[in-house]
């Protein structure tokens, strides 16, 4: 009797002609085409994703080029493996459990080389995947990179450019201004009043965005205004006050404006601002008070700016000191 033990079975020979490899499509060359079209309609979505995002803001046009691209990726994706991979069911008949290390090693290399066969097979398809995945993950990465929002270094000596969170375009004399460049007067508030304003020739420009509130009505001959912050008691004036409009948690626009308690109050997350002391935040994640513009009114009752802020406006960054 011989105490040889038996060859283990080679598993490693695998030829396209297996039945396992068939594709499910019966006219497979069909199938690979539609999977490939749908692959470079996805492609060419990112693409036009990634143009539309740097060239404008049409979100319609990014939400149809990212959804249409992922869809026609998925689809292509989808079609590969429902037609151009063999289905099933396979039946194999029951045999010893039991199997020997050659055996597993056999099976594995099998596995391995089965997997990179039908792989191989469609490099045309594999190509393209590879193609709008990779053009997918670079153009979603667009707007978590314009997220981060202007850079505050670089801006800061673009004094004259609308990024600047250091130094806004708030100057000394700049005259008070609304959205539409209609210049604001001493007597266009009455108490409790608010309005957003800008400095002449910025309208519009994010950083530079400050809620004007009238908190008293007082008149060119009465005594002066008095602020309760420590070292700012002449920074209002006939009863009009000047705070930053981005709030400093976030940068959302502060401008719910409560005129019994004298309070601002941020819609984002609720921060409560105390307008008569300096906007110190009373309520919520705010860590640092709305910055205060000086105001001043000139010869002709329009009202101006003493100077610009003294501190950089909204949130906190990296490079803020
Ligand atoms: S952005 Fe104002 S409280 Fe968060």
Known sequence: ???????????????????????????????EALAAAAMVIGFLGFIG???????????????????????????????????LMAQGPFVEERHEFHSTEAERDAMT??????????VQRRKVLGGLFALGSTAMGVVIAFPLIRSLGPKPAT??????????????????NSQLVTADGRIVKVADLGVGGVLTVFPKGYEG???????????????????????ESPGRTDWGVQGYVAYSKMCTHLGCP????????????????QSIFNVASGCVPEFGPAPRPLPQLPLKVDAFGNLQSQSGYQQA???????RP
């Open 109 to 118: 290399a099998a596995i391995v080389e089965r997997g990179g066969m039908v």
């Open 49 to 83: 994703f990634g143009i539309t995002y740097w060239l404008s803001d049409q979100t319609q046009w990014e939400a149809a080029t990212l959804g249409g691209g992922m869809l026609a990726l998925g689809a292509g994706v989808i079609a590969w493996g429902k037609y």
């Open 205 to 227: 420009s994010s950083p530079d965005q400050t809620i004007l509130i009238r908190l008293a009505q007082i008149g060119p001959n009465d005594p002066p205004f008095q602020l």
């Open 155 to 172: 801006s800061r000596q673009a004094t004259n450019t609308d990024t600047s969170l250091f130094a806004t375009n708030w100057k000394k």
């Open 313 to 319: 406006v909204g949130p906190g960054f990296w490079e």
């Open 1 to 31: 009797m011989s105490d040889e033990s038996p060859k283990a079975p080679s598993l490693t020979s695998v030829s396209l002609e297996d039945p396992h490899l068939q594709p499910y499509a019966k006219h497979p060359g069909r199938a």
């Open 254 to 269: 502060v401008g719910l404006y409560q005129k019994l308690t004298q309070q601002l109050v941020c819609p984002c997350h």
